[in-house]
């Protein structure tokens, strides 16, 4: 079973399409990572895009609205910025939350997606966008997620690729209030406490990749597998 994962605390523009920035994301960073892999690495056909920010991923959504080797699923606020009709469009599992959601409905919403679009279509990569602006009190989400709940739906996604073996990406995108960053910290922790992310991964991170932790083996012997 492959273990490839990577978190990147810096990444999840997806505001930002090919052409055009938008939503504090100057930069499409998950396009580019899956055209990157689809290009140059061997083995990686096909994608899914978990979106778990409290906004609609719009920039990728436009991106690959006619590349059917990306599989969106996409979890957000239906009240709040940016209500892309047209990026809707490509979104292969939808899910609008109303205001003030918490987090009963909003993990079993979760678990039951993910695991759908999983078996659904099996891609070679997750690329997982773990925005916390769904914790409770964030002034642009408008949902109500507790700590808690953030560490548990990052846990939900992370056992569903380690369950089918598939890699994953995991960007912290959106979150607008201060202990948010503990919270990330906390649920990486508890990724870890949890055998989802390998110790032996941070090993050779030195200064220069700080922001960025991972263990992607050979994604070619993933394929042969
Ligand atoms: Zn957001």
């Known amino acids: 079973m492959d273990r490839g994962w990577a978190i990147n605390v810096g990444g999840g523009f997806h505001h930002c399409s090919s052409d055009k920035g938008g939503g504090f994301c100057a930069y499409a960073d998950i396009t580019l990572a899956i055209k990157f892999l689809f290009e140059r690495v061997e083995g990686v056909a096909r ?99 507790s700590p808690q709940g953030i560490i548990k739906r990052d846990e939900i996604i992370f056992r569903a690729a380690r369950r089918r073996g598939i890699p994953i990406l995991m960007v912290t995108s959106g979150g607008y209030q201060k202990k948010t960053a503990r919270i990330i910290a906390d649920s990486i922790l508890n990724l870890h406490r949890q055998g989802l992310i390998g110790e032996e991964a941070v090993e050779g991170a030195g200064p220069s990749h700080a922001p960025l932790m991972m263990k992607i083996p050979s994604l070619r012997s993933t394929q042969e597998k």
């Not at 409290?54 to 957000?76: P, T």
């Not at 939350?97 to 999983?118: C, F, I, N, P, R």
């Not at 925005?131 to 949902?143: A, Q, R, S």
């Open 47 to 145: 994608a899914t895009i978990i979106d778990l920010d409290a906004h609609q991923g719009n920039g990728h959504e436009r991106d690959f609205q006619e590349d059917r080797r990306v599989y969106i699923m996409d979890v957000y606020n239906r009240h709040i910025y940016p209500g892309d009709g047209y990026a809707k469009r490509a979104i292969k599992r939808k899910v609008e939350l109303e205001w003030g959601t918490e987090d009963m409905e909003y993990l079993q919403k979760v678990e039951l997606h993910s695991e759908g679009a999983l078996n659904e279509i099996r891609p070679d990569i997750i690329i997982y966008n773990a925005g916390t602006d769904i914790l409770d009190g964030d002034p642009l989400g408008g949902l109500a997620i």
